[in-house]
Each structure stands twice: as structure tokens, then as C-alpha cells.
């Protein structure tokens, strides 16, 4: 625990004032903040809480990161075996098939049995450009269309681009923000490794996720690293993709907070839905640098919260069922995942923006 950070915490509440999960779980992160101020006890449950979206950490006045303070205390809680059953079990995944869910790295790549055309493995290609899946994209059935409908947009832009195949592993970004360095150190030189050994120029990453840890916790890798949505609008705007229409639904977009409030790429999925639909998606009231989590990331997909309260999804969908819209367009599995059943329930759909470009194009 880096004890001079949390000394310079002044209670302003900010932290606090802008947590999704504060005031109505018992999550307070000025308190846990206090506590480890006056060396306090801290309930062990609080910390898996956190959904790792960063807001206290970019609002704090006094640089204290209040979500760094969060995973220090998971990776003492692991240090001492007192982790949560779930979280456990998905560490434990990661470390032997090399994902959080335990499906086998075999059928890493099993997601392009969903495509008419052969990927080739990054090796076997001239540019080096690697389209970097994700765990949940390659493993969820609902999520594995986002690599197959990314790979379309490429391949018919004649854009190169190879996979790693059973040879990817997790980026580690949920890993470390578990608590558990080791794991996601050991994860980091694997994927280093074979980034280094096929020469790799530029990563395509389809999860905000995947890029945050690329871009930020990787070190310095001399090797470009986009999000999808940026690659994709530069060649909507060069005409390498043509729309052959619009989609004709009502869309409200949902900024991930990987993507957006820690990454700043709000324009360039709002760009790719301008253009499918002929004119701006809707827009939440919290939108943007303020946009709410969908209470999936730091871990929080692994873990299930005893409070019974009303979940940001819940939230989402009805104010967008409230504003008239038909679909929720976001670019992010986490959120996909998290607003999905919500929505469904409420008779509204929700798409990955790559789903309602490849309806136009």
C-alpha cells in the first residue's frame, strides 16, 4: 500500500460523490480511504465492490487513486486466502487455461467457425497487424460475433490482419485489478512474448479492456494499439467500407468507461452509428466523461454482491425505455453482457456497434 497517497486524501468526497456503486450498496470509497488513513479495519467483503471504472481515481484533487488504493487491498485479501469462492475460481481458470471462464485454450479461435473466410495466424502475415480477440469474445456465444463481424469489416476493406489463435491469453486486465500481480505478470510476458516473437507492428483490440492494459500496463511496447472503432471509422471515412443503407431503429449509445472515461474515444463510435443510421444516436443524460458503469469490469463479472439494490442496467434501460429508444449500441462485451438481460426483459434490444455496421454494409 503506497501509505503516502492515501495520507494525502483530504475528505473532499469526490471519490465518494461520483462511485456508481456508492449510496445505495455499502460500498463507500472515502471510507475505506479514512480507514487505511488511521491503519482502521477494513470489512473484507467491500473491496469486490469496486467495478474498477476509475472515476474517483480521475476526479481525486489530490492524486490519491482510490481504485489503486482498492486493488492493494484485494491483493492482501489474497495474500491471506481470504478471497471470495467466485474470484477465486476464475483466478484459478486464468492460470491453467489462460481465461477467467475455464473454457479450453484449444477453442480459443473457435469464433471463426462463425465466418466464410480463413483468418490466418499472425505469423503468415506481411503487415503484422493483430486483431486481438478478448476471453469473453472468444468464448461467450453472445459476445463471439464481435470478432466475426469485426474480421468482415476488415477483410472487405482489404485490410490484413492475423490472430494469435490458441495461442492467445487473457491481457490480464481484470487479473490485476483483482488483486492478483503475480498472475497478471506471468499473463503480460506470455502475451509480450508472442508479440515479440511474430514481430507484431499494431494491435486491432475489440475489447476496451484488452486496449486499456495494452496501452497502459504493458510498459512501453513500440507497437500501435487501436480500438476497432477507430480503425473502422478511418475507413469509412476513405471509402474502403461502403453502407448500402441505414438502420431504421431509434439508438441510444452507452459509453463503456474503459473506452471512454479512461481511454477518451468517445467520438469515433458515435461516428460509426452516425453513419449507419443517417443521423446522431440518442444520448443518455449521463453520457460520456460522466457515463454510468455497467458494474462489469475490475472483477465485478465474478463476483455476486449480496445487497439487493437496483443495477445499473436496470438504470440504463429504463431511461432509454423513458426517451423512446429501441436499441442500446455500446462497444464493449462487459457492457453487452450487462445490459443485455435487463434489456431483454424491457422488450429493447442491445447491439455491439459492429453488429449494426455489418446490417449496412
Known sequence: ?????????????????????????????????????????????????CTSCNTCTIRC?????????????RSALIEDGRIPATIQKALE??????????KPRSKRADWT??????????????????????????YDPRCMVIPANVSRLLRIAGIEFGILGEEEACCG?????????????????????NLKKYG??????LSPHC??????????????????????KGLLESGALKLKGHYDKRVVYHDPCFLGKQNAIFDEPRA???????????????????SLCCEGGGGRMFFDVETTYQRNSEVRVKEALEMGAEVIATSCPFCVMNLEDPATEKGISVKEVSEILVEVI
Not at 32 to 43: C, D, P, S, Y
Open 272 to 290: 460509426l452509428l452516425a453513419k449507419a443510421l443517417g443521423s446522431n444516436p440518442l444520448e443518455f443524460s449521463r453520457m460520456r466523461e460522466n
Open 1 to 49: 500500500m503506497n501509505s503516502e497517497r492515501v495520507l494525502a486524501c483530504m475528505q473532499c468526497g469526490k471519490c465518494t460523490g461520483s462511485c456508481p456503486e456508492a449510496g445505495k450498496t455499502p460500498f463507500n470509497i472515502r471510507m475505506i480511504v479514512r480507514k487505511k488513513q488511521f491503519e482502521r479495519a477494513i470489512e473484507e467483503g467491500l473491496p469486490w465492490y
Open 113 to 138: 467457425e462463425k465466418i466464410d473466410f480463413k483468418i490466418p495466424h499472425i505469423s503468415e502475415t506481411k503487415e503484422k497487424r493483430l486483431l486481438f480477440t478478448c476471453c469473453i469474445q472468444a
Open 93 to 102: 481458470n486464468t492460470f491453467v487455461q489462460k481465461n477467467p471462464w475455464g
Open 173 to 193: 486486465n481484470e487479473i490485476r485489478r483483482m488483486g492478483e500481480a503475480g498472475l497478471f505478470e506471468e499473463l503480460r510476458e506470455e502475451n509480450l512474448a
Open 211 to 232: 486496449m486499456n492494459t495494452f496501452r497502459k500496463e504493458y510498459g512501453d511496447l513500440g507497437i500501435r494499439v487501436l480500438h476497432y472503432s477507430e480503425v473502422v
Open 200 to 205: 507484431v507492428k499494431e494491435i486491432v483490440t
Open 61 to 73: 484533487p489530490r492524486d490519491v487513486k482510490p481504485s489503486e488504493v482498492i486493488i492493494d487491498l
